[in-house]
């Protein structure tokens, strides 16, 4: 959802840096003016994380909740006090956002700021916000509404998907890949235009998990599957081993090493040669393999003195 809709009938560590506004403690509070129009999109929580709702979702019987993010200007916080307007994101849940709309009806947004109450202690699953109108704008505050930077709401929400579940996303890929019979692995790979999971651009990784998620709804409202599908034992492995284009950047380093730091790194991932490093070990393995260059690699090399 974009733009201001009326609510469905369904339904911050501090004041701190970041693109997000968050009041973390119980009765902070921040005096904001609402920017532009909200991003509205439904979630589920899935393994304790807060993902978009899919039809995966749907096919298990769990009902969504609408998210809401909207650019504010900030105009004062329990922290800073009152400061220089600053542009920041919040997100709202059913209930705020449904108060916020009301007071929008009533006031308008264009000439009010509103103060944002936070009533509940940190991780209380009970806590709420309060908004109320705080008073009119100034004029110097219109005018830099006016101009104020506007964050793309959309984009925003899939950066931090991607970089908040990045590392839980390519297990759960490679895992749900590894389900697939042989045919349903090339399948996947030819609709993606890629020959190893490897391959497969980061930028990607939410689409191919919405496809695989929708193939599995798919295929457990149809019949049983083959006797002859593969095991997760018995799919080919090659579908879920690095590139050639990754395993030469990690031979690279790994030529900077004595031999002992290499076979320490092939007994760390649990393999006996590069080629064999399964996609979902790869950030521990390079997160390994840069101690390991740190402590072994040969030192850099000393600056030359233009005046020696």
């Known amino acids: 959802m974009e733009g201001w809709q009326a609510p ?17 403690n119980d009765g902070g509070v921040a005096v904001v003016v609402f920017l532009g129009d909200p991003f509205g999109r439904e979630v589920v929580f899935d393994n304790g994380r807060q993902v978009p709702f899919g039809r995966e979702h749907a096919q ?10 909207i650019n504010v200007g900030v105009l004062a916080t329990t922290i800073a006090g009152i400061k220089t307007p ?14 916020v709309y009301a007071l929008r009806t009533k006031y308008g947004v264009a000439d009010w700021a509103f103060e944002i109450q936070r ?15 705080e008073r009119q704008l100034t004029a110097d505050e219109k005018r830099w509404m006016a101009g104020a930077p506007l964050t793309n709401l959309r984009s925003l929400y899939q ?24 045919d349903g692995q090339q399948r996947f790979l ?44 018995e799919v080919d492995q090659a579908t879920l081993l690095i590139g050639d284009q990754l395993a030469s950047q990690i031979v690279v380093d790994l ?4 031999q002992d730091a290499v076979q320490d790194w092939l ?10 490093l399964p996609v979902d070990r790869v950030p521990d393995a390079k997160a390994f393999l840069a101690l390991l260059v740190k402590e072994f690699g040969p030192a850099p090399a000393a600056p030359v003195d233009p005046y020696s």
Do not use: N
């Open 8 to 24: 469905a009938e369904r339904s911050a560590r501090g004041d701190g840096k970041g693109t997000w506004l968050k009041l973390a």
């Open 60 to 69: 298990q019987g769990l009902e969504p909740k609408m998210r809401y993010a």
């Open 86 to 99: 600053e542009a920041k994101v919040l997100e709202m849940s059913g209930a705020l956002y449904r108060d």
């Open 119 to 133: 009533i509940g202690k940190p991780k209380d699953p009970k806590t709420i916000y309060r908004v109320l109108p």
């Open 159 to 182: 950066e931090r998907e991607r970089s908040d579940g990045g590392g839980d996303s390519m297990r759960e890929l490679a895992q749900r890949v590894g389900r697939l019979d042989r």
């Open 190 to 233: 030819a609709r993606f235009g890629i020959r190893t999971l490897s391959e497969l651009e980061r930028v990607l990784v939410p689409k191919a998990l919405e496809y695989l998620r929708e193939q599995t709804a798919a295929s457990s409202a149809g019949p049983a599957v083959s006797a002859t599908a593969a095991t997760a034992a």
């Open 255 to 258: 030529k900077k090493l004595p």
């Open 267 to 276: 007994k760390h991932c649990g393999i006996q040669r590069v080629r064999e």
